[in-house]
């Protein structure tokens, strides 16, 4: 016997729904979101390499010199 009820959606009946809907701008929010978080640790890692690389040097400057 079949049972009665509410049949799953497929993904894309949800994708389309969900672009349909207010949750699209937020799921695009939450990307953009997402990109500038990992804009910001590239950056902050770069910055922190650059920190190193000039510690470095000046150590290198500092051992040359005595």
């Given at each position: 016997?079949p049972r ?63």
């Amino acid at each position: 016997m079949p049972r009665r009820g509410k049949q799953p959606t497929s993904l894309l009946a949800q994708a389309f729904a969900l672009k349909e809907s207010n949750g699209w701008a937020e799921v695009q929010d939450g990307m953009q979101i997402q990109r500038m978080i990992g804009q910001q640790r590239r950056r902050a890692l770069l910055i922190a390499l650059l920190a190193v690389l000039i510690i470095a040097a000046a150590g290198a400057i500092l051992i040359a010199l005595l």
